[in-house]
């Protein structure tokens, strides 16, 4: 029983930085690997980021690689995504994801959704 509310997006240029906040409320947050996905309009939604329970493990998807970065604070129930040198190809909706096991790349893998926050990188 969790309930995920993305914030933080916004109209950017190509270059800039962005940090997306995912809040999360329950009770067993660490108890949730989460994830970051997006989706471009006409586009199916792609995996961009995910972390493990306590933040050990990291995983990206290879276009934001050296650019994007993902963590977690458990004692604040929040996931960052912060995003470095954006490109116009990033312009998205942005969606968190929490999922009661392991990491995954796999969106219906996932059991809670946030409702996105919008993603524009203009040239």
């Known amino acids: 029983q969790v309930q995920l509310v993305e914030s933080g997006g916004g109209l950017v240029q190509a270059g800039d930085s962005l940090r997306l906040s995912c809040a999360a409320s329950?009770?067993?947050?660490?108890?949730?690997?989460m994830g970051w996905f997006r989706q471009a309009p006409g586009k199916e939604r792609e995996f961009v980021a995910a972390i493990s329970r306590i933040g050990s493990s990291t995983y990206y998807e290879d276009s934001v690689k050296g650019r994007f970065t993902i963590s977690r604070d458990n004692a604040k129930n929040t996931v960052y995504l912060q995003m470095n040198s954006l490109k116009p190809e990033d312009t998205a909706v942005y969606y968190c994801?929490?999922?009661?096991?392991?990491?995954?790349?796999?969106?219906?893998?996932?059991?809670?959704w946030g409702q996105g926050t919008q993603v524009t990188v203009s040239s």
């Open positions: 994801a929490a999922r009661g096991g392991t990491t995954s790349y796999y969106p219906h893998q996932y059991d809670y």
């Open positions: 329950g009770r067993t947050f660490s108890s949730y690997s």
